[in-house]
C-alpha cells in the first residue's frame, strides 16, 4: 500500500484527502461555520432522523504548510468560541488539527473551560495570530498539550503512522451508520464533552413540564440543574446516584435532603404534562452516562447555566485597551505609588480580567458570582497570575451579606480610614433587574432581566426608575456600605445625565475625579452605539455633579477629543416644548411620534399621516395648519444631526425663542419635514406630498 503524505497541495484538497483516507464510514462533506474540517457520523437510513440531533466526530483545523499543533489548535478553539458552535450542536469527543504530515486530536473535554471564561473576548480574528487573546488561548491549550497526564493529545504522522490512526479513529469514533442502526431508535451518547449543550435543550423541553415553584426552590439552594443532573444520572427513570439534591423517582422527583425550609415549600414534584415530553426527551439519549463521568459532572454543576443568563448576570469582558487606559487614570488621580498606598477589590471580577498589570497581589482582592470563575483565577494564579488565591473568592456582591468576605478585607471595610485607602475597581453588569415597584426580592421577571436583587429592594427609594440598573445597584451599595472608599468604575452615563437618575444624583454626593469615554463597542457581549465611561470617584468628598470635561477615545485607544458631560440639572427639555402647541379641535394632517428627548431615542421619533392611534410611552401631537411649523421645528432639529456612538446619551433641550423670527430656519424645517419624510397614505390621505401627480408623472392618482 502506498504510503500517505499530502505535500504541495492545497487546503482543500489535503481536506477532501484526510476525509477520504481516513474517514471514509463517515461524513465529511457539511462545514459548520468557520470550522475548517468536521466529521459526522453518516445519517442511518432505516427510520426518521428528524427529532435527532446530528453527531460529530471531530471539529478541526487544517493547514496546508507544516504548522505548529499548538499554534493550529488555538485558532481552532477562538473560531468555535466566536460561533460558539457548541451552543448550537452537541460537541465532538475530539478536537482537532492537521497539516500535510500530521493530524492531532486532543479530548474535547479537556478544552471545553476555555468557553466558559466570563470575560474574554471572542471578537477577535482567529487567524490574527499577534493579538493578546491568541496568546492567552495558545498558553492554555499548550498546557494541555504538554501535559505528561494521559488521555490528552495525540499525534499521528500520516506516513509513518498510518495503520496506528486507523486504529484510534476505530477504537474512538465509534458513531458509524452500522452503530446508529444498531442502536435503534438512534439515541445520542452524553459525556462530559456534550452535557452542558444537553442541559439547554433540556430546559427548553423538560423543565417547563415539572410542577416546581422555581423561585421558591432557589431560596433553598435547589436549581433546575438538580433536576437535569437527577434524569441524567437514571436508569429507567430511577436515579442511581445517591448524593443528588433531587433523585427521579418514575414518575415524580423527590428532595433528597430535608431541612424545615425545603418541607415547607415542597417535597415532592410531578410532570404536568403526564410525563410525555420528559419521556420523548430522553428517548433522544442514552441514559445512564458512563459511570467514569458520574463525579466530573456533578462537579461542574456550577457550568450549567444558560449562556444568556451569564451574559444577563454580567459576564462581559474588558478588553485589554481600556484596562491599560483606566490603570493610567488611576495612577494620574491616585499618584504613581496607588497600587503600594492603597487596597484594590474588584468585586465583579469575572476571571480577573480587569486586574491584570497589577503588582502588589498582597494588597488586591477578587470576587466574583460564579464559581467557575474561581476556579479559573486559581488555575491562572497556579500559572503565573498576579493574584494570592486567599484573596479571591465567590461572593454575590447584591445579595450576600459583607459577613461573608475573608477577614482581611472584613477588617478594611470595618475600620473607617482603611476604608479611604480602598478602591473598588470593577467593570460591573449593564444588565437590568425587575422594574416593577412591589415586587418581592427573588421574583423571577422571565427573559429580559434577572430576578429582583437584596440591594433593588433595600435601596429602591435612593435609586428610582434608575434602580433597575444593576451596575447602578453596585454603585449605591459601594456608596452606603463602604463610606470614604474610592470607585473606580466602568459604565453607562445615565447616573451622570440620565433623568431617570435624578433621585440617584440627589443621594450619591461624591466628587468625579476624573472621566474618559470609550465605544461599548469595543466590549464583548455588549451591544448598542453608545459610551462607556471610566469614572473615579472619591466617595469621602461631599460634591453634588453637575458637568466634567472627559476625555474620548476610539475603538483603537486614539485620542479624539474633550467633551463635556453635563447632568441637565433644572433643565427643561426639548419634548416639554413640543407638548406646549398641542391642539384638540383642529383638522390634523399628521402626528408626530416621539418618545425621550435624547440621541438613543433618535430613531423612534417620526411623522405619520394622520391615521395612527395612541402608542403607549410615546408623546403625540397632532399636527395641523395652525402649528405646523413648530412641529417641522421639532421634528428637524430631532432629526437633522446623526445619531453617534458618542452624542447617544445628549440631551435636547428647550429652546429659547429667537427661532421666531428666523424665517430661513423655519423653511429649512419645514423643507426638512417634507423630504426627509417616508410618509405613506396606508393610514389615512398623505397631506405632505410636495408635487402634484402631473410633475412625477404618477401611474395613479395620489
Known amino acids: 500500500m502506498q504510503l500517505m503524505k499530502y505535500s504541495s497541495i492545497r487546503e482543500e484538497e489535503l481536506k477532501n484527502k484526510v476525509g477520504r483516507d481516513f474517514f471514509g464510514g463517515f461524513d465529511c462533506t457539511e462545514i459548520r461555520g468557520a470550522i475548517d474540517f ?14 435527532l440531533d446530528e453527531q460529530y466526530i471531530l471539529w478541526a483545523e487544517a493547514k496546508a504548510a507544516p504548522a505548529d499543533v499548538v499554534v493550529m489548535l488555538a485558532q481552532l478553539v ?28 486532543v479530548p474535547y473535554s479537556e478544552i471545553q473551560d476555555i468557553f466558559y471564561q466570563n470575560d474574554f473576548n471572542w471578537k477577535v480574528a482567529p487567524s490574527d495570530h499577534s493579538t493578546r487573546e491568541f496568546q492567552q488561548v495558545y498558553e492554555q491549550v499548550s498546557r494541555i498539550v504538554n501535559t505528561d497526564a494521559p488521555w490528552t493529545t495525540y ?7 498510518e495503520k496506528e490512526l486507523k486504529q484510534f479513529i476505530k477504537n474512538n469514533c ?16 452524553i459525556d462530559k464533552n456534550n452535557f452542558i449543550i444537553v442541559y439547554t435543550r433540556w430546559l427548553e423541553t423538560v423543565k417547563p413540564t415539572i410542577g416546581v415553584n422555581w423561585d421558591a426552590a432557589k431560596k433553598v439552594n435547589i436549581i433546575d440543574s438538580d ?30 435532603r430535608q431541612t424545615d425550609a425545603l418541607s ?36 461542574r454543576r456550577d457550568l450549567l447555566v444558560p449562556q444568556d443568563v451569564r451574559e444577563r448576570k454580567g459576564s462581559f469582558f474588558t478588553p485589554r485597551i481600556w484596562v491599560e487606559k483606566s490603570q493610567e487614570y488611576l495612577a494620574d488621580v491616585f499618584g504613581q505609588d496607588w497600587q503600594d498606598e492603597y487596597y484594590v477589590w474588584d468585586c465583579a471580577a469575572g476571571t480577573g480580567n480587569l486586574l491584570a498589570g497589577l503588582t502588589n497581589k498582597y494588597r488586591i482582592w477578587a470576587s466574583t458570582l460564579d464559581k467557575q470563575d474561581v476556579y479559573v483565577m486559581h488555575e491562572r494564579i497556579r500559572n503565573g497570575a498576579n493574584l494570592l488565591e486567599a484573596h479571591v473568592f465567590q461572593f454575590d456582591f447584591l445579595n450576600d451579606s459583607f459577613d461573608r468576605l475573608p477577614d482581611g478585607l472584613q477588617k478594611i471595610i470595618s475600620d473607617p480610614t482603611l476604608r479611604k485607602r480602598l478602591i473598588i475597581y470593577i ?37 428610582g426608575r434608575g434602580g433597575r440598573e444593576l451596575y447602578a445597584q453596585f454603585i449605591v451599595r459601594i456608596y452606603k456600605e463602604i463610606t470614604g472608599c474610592k470607585i473606580g468604575v466602568f459604565s453607562k452615563l445615565k447616573i451622570l445625565n440620565s433623568p431617570f437618575y435624578l433621585n440617584f444624583r440627589n443621594f450619591f454626593l461624591a466628587e468625579l475625579k476624573k472621566l474618559f469615554l470609550c465605544p461599548a463597542s469595543s466590549f464583548d457581549n455588549v451591544t448598542g452605539t453608545f459610551p462607556i465611561g471610566f469614572q473615579i470617584w472619591d466617595t469621602a468628598v461631599n460634591n453634588r455633579f453637575r458637568m466634567i470635561k472627559a476625555d474620548v477615545f476610539d475603538i483603537s485607544g486614539n485620542f479624539l477629543q474633550k467633551k463635556v458631560i453635563y447632568s441637565y440639572e433644572n433643565q427643561k427639555y426639548i419634548n416639554e416644548w413640543i407638548v406646549r402647541y398641542r391642539r384638540k379641535n383642529d383638522v390634523f394632517i399628521g402626528k408626530i411620534f416621539c418618545v425621550g428627548s435624547d440621541f438613543q431615542h433618535q430613531a423612534y421619533c417620526r411623522l405619520n399621516s394622520q391615521g395612527l392611534g395612541n402608542q403607549a410611552g410615546f408623546t403625540i401631537i397632532g399636527v395641523s395648519l395652525q402649528n405646523i411649523l413648530e412641529c417641522c421645528v421639532f421634528f428637524a432639529v430631532r432629526k437633522v444631526i446623526p445619531a453617534t456612538w458618542l452624542n447617544d446619551r445628549d440631551q435636547f433641550l428647550y429652546p429659547d425663542r429667537k427661532w421666531e423670527k428666523d424665517a430661513a430656519f423655519q423653511n429649512d424645517c419645514l423643507t426638512y419635514a417634507i423630504f426627509a419624510n417616508n410618509i405613506s397614505s396606508r393610514h389615512g390621505v398623505n397631506h405632505w406630498i410636495p408635487f402634484p401627480e402631473s410633475e412625477v408623472d404618477a401611474r395613479t392618482e395620489f
Not at 446516584?241 to 433531587?246: C, E, F, I, S, Y
Not at 442514552?286 to 459532572?297: A, F, M, T, V
Not at 415586587?439 to 427609594?461: A, C, F, H, P, S
Open 38 to 51: 468536521a466529521v459526522k457520523a453518516a445519517a442511518p437510513t432505516s427510520f426518521d432522523l428528524d427529532c
Open 78 to 105: 477562538l473560531t468555535v468560541g466566536k460561533a460558539r458552535t457548541f451552543d448550537r450542536y452537541l460537541p465532538p469527543p475530539f478536537l482537532g488539527c492537521f497539516d500535510c504530515e500530521k493530524i492531532a486530536f
Open 155 to 161: 499525534i499521528f504522522d500520516f506516513e509513518r503512522d
Open 174 to 189: 465509534s458513531y458509524t451508520e452500522k452503530d446508529s442502526i444498531n442502536r435503534f431508535p438512534a439515541k445520542n451518547r
Open 227 to 256: 433536576f437535569y443532573l437527577a434524569d441524567l444520572l437514571s436508569a429507567n427513570n430511577e436515579t442511581i446516584k445517591d448524593k443528588l439534591n433531587v433523585l427521579l423517582k418514575s414518575h415524580l422527583y423527590k428532595y433528597n
Open 264 to 299: 415547607e415549600i415542597f417535597r415532592e414534584a410531578y410532570f404536568n404534562d403526564g410525563q410525555k415530553a420528559h419521556a420523548q426527551f430522553w428517548a433522544r439519549y442514552e441514559r445512564p452516562l458512563l459511570e467514569g463521568y458520574w463525579d466530573y459532572i456533578i462537579e
Open 427 to 463: 467593570n460591573p453588569p449593564y444588565a437590568e433587574t425587575n422594574a416593577r415597584k412591589g415586587v418581592k426580592q427573588g421574583e423571577n421577571i422571565g427573559k429580559t432581566g434577572l430576578n429582583l436583587t437584596v440591594q433593588r429592594t433595600k435601596y429602591d427609594d435612593f435609586l
